[in-house]
């Protein structure tokens, strides 16, 4: 039997395991989910004779590496901050290693190391980042091969609700880590390139500054601008194309009524709160707004907000029971974004039959043969139910595919990398679409950002 060591089992683990369950027989696998809590990997591995879950502190050094010893590849799931130490410990002990997370610095470090050890560390497998690379390397090397030369690429990804599930008025629900949503986009100004240009957009004004984008069957949505979407230029290989714009997506409307959290300092992740343990969700929005002795707190947040009583960003406040008084925050010396992700995880956390969707939209602009070209490519996935999510799918798919292409051999240039070559992105994709998760490409009209050419 081959080991396959599984570390963590959080909500993006469910389809990893199944599929690597359903495999087990016929490729000879014995999988070991190791996570702080074991019910959850329980669950997911139910009575499966080729498992096993064992009690795993990532922080206790023997027990890790008893576990990374004895496997013959590593899947770390846990946050991206602690993947390093299992990083050291499978270059130690000569194991390769799989993560759907970003290539930290420290991960980086290693490449040298696992190359000399023919070791492969493939990380950025999950969905973005991960299918968005594939499935842009893919066209982009398509159209590259034809002659074509790249002038612009956009690509946009969004965690969402499905539309059977959509039944708030922000069309959202968490689908990731609650956290991540509340901070998303703090750490500096988002940066991009439009027509040889250099865009910057601050925090304070991101979320009044979006795109439209229509996908078929599904209707419109909005994109925010990424933190920096020059990220991947050079690894892309797009050093000269005149447009480059990576973005987050959400139904229209959205960004709009988030901006008034923006705007208020409650995503402020920076400063505790004086006693936030005994405030009320309605003391906590009060603490933002100047003290009156006769305005009510409603009145005050619409008056600083600009929000007129029929406006439908109102009622968006008003859903979220934000000015409840009865409602408290129970969160001692909390920021202010932890208690804003308190109050949010009452309306947003997906149910137990909810479904949730995944969204990824690329723009591909060329030049060939002297003429200017655009394909568009869609991807649209929707989930199961509160476990078996379309984010779990979309991250833990490619993942557990890559894992047993390397176990197998069909994966062999080592070190540290991404998903970006047709060694790796050909037979994950192709496998990808027999769970339905399949890009749908169009060619279209190239406007680019300068449609009359000036």
């Known amino acids: 039997m081959r080991k396959i060591l599984i570390i963590g089992a959080g909500k993006s683990c469910s389809f990893l395991i199944k599929y690597l369950l359903d495999k087990s027989e016929s490729e000879q696998l014995q999988i070991t989910v190791g996570d702080l809590n074991i019910d959850n990997a329980k669950k997911l591995v139910g009575s499966h004779p080729n498992t096993k879950v064992i009690h795993l502190n990532v922080f206790n050094k023997a027990s890790r590496v008893e576990a990374v010893k004895d496997a013959d590849i590593v899947v770390s799931m846990l946050p991206a901050r602690f993947h390093i130490e299992v990083a050291k410990d499978c270059i130690t002990y000569k194991k390769h290693m799989v993560t759907a997370s970003y290539v930290s610095d420290e991960m980086q470090a290693l490449n040298e190391d696992a190359k000399t050890s023919n070791l492969i560390f493939m990380n950025e497998i999950g969905v973005d980042p991960g299918i968005d690379h594939m499935s842009a390397m893919q066209v982009i090397d398509n159209i590259r091969d034809k002659g074509g030369k790249m002038i612009l690429f956009e690509s946009f990804t969004g965690g969402l609700v499905a539309p059977e599930s959509d039944n708030n008025l922000w069309n959202y629900k968490f689908t990731w880590n609650p956290r991540n949503v509340v901070v998303a986009g703090q750490g500096g100004a988002a940066k991009f390139l439009q027509e040889n240009q250099f865009k910057y957009i601050p925090y304070h004004r991101l979320f009044r500054r979006t795109e439209f984008l229509d996908v078929d069957h599904y209707g419109r949505f909005e994109a925010y601008a990424n933190r920096d979407s020059l990220k991947y230029q050079h690894v892309y290989g797009l050093d000269h194309v005149k447009t480059l714009y990576r973005g987050t997506m959400r139904r229209v409307g959205f960004s709009r009524a988030w901006h008034v959290f923006v705007q208020l300092g409650m995503t402020d992740d920076s400063y505790t709160i004086d006693d936030s343990i005994n405030m009320s969700y309605r003391d906590f929005v009060n603490s933002f707004l100047p003290y009156s002795p006769t305005d009510s707190v409603e009145l005050k947040f619409r008056h600083a907000l600009k929000i007129d009583q029929d406006d ?143």
């Open 312 to 454: 439908i960003v109102w009622d968006k406040f008003l859903e979220l029971d934000i000015f409840n008084a009865e409602k408290m925050v129970e969160l001692d010396k909390a920021t202010p974004a932890q208690i804003l992700q308190k109050i949010l995880m009452d309306s947003w956390t997906l149910s137990p039959e909810d479904k949730d969707m995944i969204v990824m939209y690329h723009k591909f602009g060329y030049e060939l043969n002297g003429e200017k070209h655009q394909i568009d490519a869609t991807m649209v996935t929707l989930g199961k139910d509160q476990t078996y999510t379309a984010m779990a799918k979309t991250v833990g798919l490619p993942v557990a595919i890559a894992t047993l292409a390397i176990l197998n051999g069909k994966i062999k240039t080592p070190g540290v990398q991404i998903p970006i070559t047709k060694e790796v992105y050909t037979p994950i994709l192709k496998e990808l679409e027999d769970y339905d998760i399949i890009f749908k490409e169009h060619d279209v009209p190239y406007l680019g950002y300068n449609p009359l050419n000036i």
